[in-house]
């Protein structure tokens, strides 16, 4: 298939002349399923010249047969990547392609963590939800490409519908919008992708989505500081990140990192969160702080940054994750829906000090 494809791909050429097998642009070609997954390497300021070439690629590759699926995605190298972060501050320009899908988005918010384990995707789906209670419209993008939770923790598992040739429609959980890699592969086989394609995955979510219009879209990030995260950062002009971290100085060393790299970008910190602060046992009503308690507030106060709150270690928060029917909506009055709700409206005070939500 490799082969049939590069041979479809020998009459396009890009804007420089060469044809795309032999401009040294394409990244591996993954066949899998019926879908073909590869990118072409360009510039952020040249995107805009080689979205032509893109198109043409895509439809080239479809008509093959056994070909169901193509997703052919602009996105810089490691090269571009590099000296991009040495930039000041990204701009809407230097966006892959920009992205008309968010031109009725308000609000990008990240959701990060410097680390895996902290709870982040969980912490991202009920401050989404919490944020829709405030009626505010909201939508959630999973770009843990390796790692999806939200079809999970949504309990979601339909197939997006396509509209005109490629644009996906957000699946509705609990009136968020929500968008993730889990819904178009099997949640069974691991996606064995380099960095590149899991930044030309991100791209695609964020370009062909029909987003409309909506108050604050959350990123659930990946975990770390690497390629995927700096795509994002640099992509999607980015309001602020939030990072999500456990008490304990572990967690935290990591937490810093992930304040760091938002800083290069350009990217404000919104506020912390301490996730598993602390248990209250049901049986004696006393509280443990399991993983130590207060770091995330320190570290805030370091940073001159909001904690945006504490949410307790308990295992009803785990029981409705797991089985699709996050806290916030199973049980509104709880302390912990209670205390993302104030986080959330800590989050948008944040962002809009002199609009209160509707």
């Known amino acids: 298939m490799r082969e049939a494809i590069l041979e479809r791909l020998a009459g396009i050429c890009g804007p420089e002349g060469v044809a795309l097998p032999d401009s040294g642009r394409l990244s591996d070609i993954v066949f899998q399923g019926g879908r073909v997954y590869f990118f072409i390497s360009v510039a952020a300021s040249e995107a805009g010249r080689w979205e032509e070439a893109r198109k043409a690629a895509e439809t080239a590759v479809a008509g093959l047969d056994g070909v169901s699926s193509v997703m052919v995605s602009l996105t810089s190298d490691s090269a571009a990547i590099d000296s991009t972060v040495r930039k000041s501050a ?35 789906c009920n401050l989404a939800l919490a944020l829709r ?124 990192k992930g304040v760091a790299m938002f800083g290069q970008v350009g990217v404000p910190i919104l506020g912390l969160i301490e996730n598993m602060s602390y248990f209250v046992c049901d049986e004696c009503g006393k509280r443990h702080e399991i993983f130590s308690h207060g770091g995330a507030a320190r570290e805030a106060a370091k940073l001159g940054v909001p904690l945006l709150g504490e949410i307790a270690l308990d295992p009803l928060i785990r029981e409705r994750s797991d089985g699709g029917t996050p806290i916030v909506i199973t049980e509104p009055d709880s302390p912990h829906a209670l205390a993302y709700r104030r986080i959330a409206e800590t989050l948008w005070h944040g962002l809009e000090p002199d609009i209160a939500p509707p």
């Open 133 to 256: 209670g405030l009626g505010l419209r909201v939508g959630i993008l999973d770009a843990d490409i390796y790692g999806p939770s939200m079809p999970k923790l949504f309990g979601l598992r339909a197939k997006p519908a396509v509209i005109g040739e490629r644009t996906l429609v957000p699946l509705d959980g609990f009136g968020v919008k929500v968008m993730s890699i889990g819904f178009v592969v099997d949640e069974a086989k691991a996606l064995v992708w380099r960095g590149p394609m899991v930044m030309g995955a991100i791209t695609q979510m964020l370009r062909d989505v029909a987003w409309g219009a909506l108050d604050v879209l959350v990123v659930d990030m990946p975990p770390g500081t690497g390629d995927a995260q700096l795509t994002m950062a640099q992509s999607a002009n980015l309001s602020g990140a939030v990072i999500v971290s456990t008490p304990q100085d572990l967690a935290l060393i990591d937490a810093r």
């Open 90 to 124: 990204p701009s809407p320009a230097d966006a892959p392609a920009g992205f008309p899908a968010l031109a009725e988005v308000r609000h990008v918010v990240a959701v990060a963590s410097g680390k895996g384990g902290v709870g982040k995707s969980t912490t991202a």
